[in-house]
């Protein structure tokens, strides 16, 4: 049989990730045999989830195994597994291109990142096969995908393309039996050492100890039938904790495919009682790069008694967990059950709920153990689990006790809500906030300014799932939650740190005729023009009506969902402020006073960081101004 090989070549960004490895990698070149045995293991395991259906799949050697062997005259390393093997498609798909969506996105964020930085951008993708070119110059791959009548050839110097063609007969004698991969990599004169069973053995052992199926040191061919292998070969999560050490949990956290830091948390228990099962879950330290991807897989592995079944079953986990990663093995579902009817299945609706409780457990432990350490996961996924307040109630209670939200109380430190509650004043039973884009813009909002000179504490929400999941959760503890930058606040029966703040400004009739002029001069903009408590020293502020949508979440649903609404927004004046008490009692021609009152709401607008509607107007107005306040 001849046929000659078809040349191709590499997706864009498979080009541009092997250039990267080739750069980047140096310092742990290890990694790659961690990946060609977890891709093996995977094969196997996949192989074995489709033999429950089709058992004449697997039926002439059941025994799953990896094989890992050198030949030293043609400096080769083998990685060979019986597990599901590839057809040609599969080859040219899987080895060719990267499928996974949010590639550009990564290759972006890698081209940019310092090279330190690439290595774990990589470990966090899995830069996974393409691995092998950091200690080869050529690999070849043999592959028959399990139950077909055909070998296929793919060989690759990692550089422009592949070659693919039908294996020759010496070919396939290197796969076990008639399925499944062997991976001939042609190792590079810097990298001898992975010719030497030592060094091949040791690696083995520090990543691959969890890996399901036996690693063998031999040559399948000419194994010894009693030989032992160099793995435990034993699902790492039905070992009892103790037996279980911290390398090998942190070993099995990098392969499951995250990245190089260390896990904040590892969680790993055994459920019994009304459902069955064993979970080792992660709870990273850095965010995943994906974690706001739609078509991001789910990072938990579902396993039925100890076999795989899949990596994407929606449901497993609730959606504001989703940075967890892991395995969950269940004893109650039926081995059988196909992907599509899982996410169904009360089985997993149940795991989800017992997982949460778990893991929220966990991270209430850490906050209170570490507050800094937690501080800083908090800053990396806060924003996620709050989705969990939003649509999770059977959670909010505990959600409530691992938040953590920045406030006027101690600069720049995170507060529970718990702590905020014991803090409030005598009188008040509303918990103060307000929402912006970031901290420094609303620590400087006008609005604050009252609340600040009576020593009220306002938390500070600078995520866009704040406005959101406020609207779903009513109160805490009782005390509703307030927003201060919407709505009529009565600060009077507060006493304040100050005489001035105290002294709420006086309803003289200049100031309430000065509000009416202002709100005829403004009426196309604000729905009304009122005397404010919040202010001590700002001229004016914006808020919100008692039934309208909130300062903040006006903005943010104009972003996200096109919102055209016209606003029904209240200028709030203050009336103690030399400005407005010098627009209250002086004469002004009707121009100049249009012009002042047309400022004064762009000077609110400013402060609130929103765009002037017309900027062309705001600077004719302001240079009338200042030609006046320089002629003076
Ligand atoms: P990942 O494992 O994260 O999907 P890899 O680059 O490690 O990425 O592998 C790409 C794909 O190639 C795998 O998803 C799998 O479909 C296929 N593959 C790699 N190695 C094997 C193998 N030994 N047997 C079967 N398929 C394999
Ligand atoms: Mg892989």
Redesign the pocket.
């Known amino acids: 049989m001849t046929q000659t090989a078809e040349k191709l070549t590499f997706g864009a960004d498979v080009s541009r990730l092997l250039e990267i490895v080739a750069h980047a990698l140096y310092s742990n070149r290890d990694v790659f045999l961690r990946?060609?045995i977890?891709?093996?293991s995977?094969?196997c395991d996949r192989l074995r989830y489709e033999s429950i259906s089709k058992p004449d799949l697997a039926k002439d050697d059941s025994k799953f195994r990896i094989h890992i062997y050198k030949d030293a005259d043609y400096r080769t390393l083998h990685v060979v597994?019986n597990?599901?093997?590839?057809t040609r498609d599969?080859l040219i798909e899987?080895?060719g291109t990267i499928a996974k969506s949010g590639t550009r996105a990564l290759m972006e964020q890698i081209g940019k990142a310092q090279d330190k930085d690439k290595l774990s951008l990589i470990g966090q993708f899995?830069?996974?096969?393409?691995a092998s070119f950091m200690v080869a110059g050529k690999v070849e791959v043999i592959?028959r995908h399990a139950g077909d009548a055909q070998t296929w050839h793919w060989e690759s110097d990692g550089r422009t393309g592949f070659e693919i063609r039908e294996a020759t007969a010496e070919e396939q004698k290197l796969i076990i039996g008639n399925r499944?991969?062997a991976?001939l990599l042609h190792i590079n004169a810097d990298a001898s050492e992975f010719l030497i069973d030592e060094k091949l053995k040791q690696v083995i052992q520090t990543y691959s100890d969890h890996i399901n199926a036996p690693v063998y040191l031999s040559d399948p061919a000419h194994a010894a039938k009693d030989e032992d292998p160099v793995n435990k070969a034993s699902a790492l999560w039905m070992r009892p904790r103790s037996e279980v050490t911290q390398e090998q949990y942190r070993e099995f956290y990098n392969t499951i495919?995250f990245g190089m830091d260390e896990p904040l948390v590892t969680s790993h228990w055994r459920a019994e009682g009304k459902i069955e099962y064993s979970a080792l879950l992660f709870v990273p330290m850095l965010r995943p790069w994906d974690l706001y991807d739609p078509s991001r897989r789910n990072a938990v592995r579902l396993y039925v008694k100890r076999v795989f079944i899949t990596d994407h079953c929606d449901g497993l986990m609730a959606p504001w967990l989703r940075f967890v990663r892991g395995v969950i093995d269940s004893e109650d579902l039926p081995l059988n059950i196909s992907r599509e009817m899982l996410q169904h299945n009360p089985v997993i609706a149940k795991i989800r709920n017992s997982v949460a409780t778990r893991i929220l457990t966990d991270l209430e432990k850490i906050a209170n153990d570490d507050p800094v350490l937690y501080g800083t996961f908090w800053g990396q996924f806060g924003p996620v689990l709050k989705e969990g307040l939003y649509d999770a109630v059977e959670h909010r209670e505990q959600l409530f006790k691992v938040a953590r939200f920045y406030s006027t109380h101690d600069n720049g430190k995170l507060t529970t809500l718990s702590d905020y509650v014991s803090r409030m004043k005598a009188g008040q039973d509303e918990i103060f906030y307000i929402s912006g884009e970031n901290i420094d813009t609303l620590k400087n909002s006008p609005q604050l300014e009252g609340f600040r000179a009576r020593g009220l504490e306002v938390l500070l929400f600078t995520d866009t799932i704040d406005d959101f999941w406020l609207q779903q959760v009513p109160e805490y503890l009782g005390k509703t939650f307030k927003s201060i930058t919407k709505g009529s606040i009565d600060l009077s029966k507060f006493p304040g740190s100050d005489a001035a703040a105290e002294k709420p400004a006086e309803k003289t009739p200049e100031i309430i005729k000065l509000a009416e002029i202002l709100k005829d001069i403004l009426k196309d903009d604000v729905s009304d023009v009122r005397l404010s408590d919040r202010l001590t020293d700002s001229p004016v502020c914006l808020v919100a009506g008692d039934n309208s949508v909130d300062i903040n979440m006006e903005r943010v649903l104009k972003i996200h969902q096109k919102y055209e609404a016209k606003s029904t927004r209240i200028l709030e004046i203050n009336g103690k402020h030399p400005l407005i008490l010098r627009l209250a009692h002086e004469k002004h021609d009707s121009a100049g006073l249009s012009d002042a009152a047309h400022l004064l709401l762009d000077q609110a607008r400013i402060i609130q960081g929103e765009p002037l509607p017309d900027p062309a107007a705001f600077a004719r107005r302001m240079a009338n101004f200042m030609e006046k306040g320089l002629a003076a």
């Open positions: 990946e060609l977890s891709n093996a995977d094969a597994d597990g599901i093997g590839m599969e899987n080895l899995g830069v996974g096969f393409y592959s499944g991969t991976i495919g």
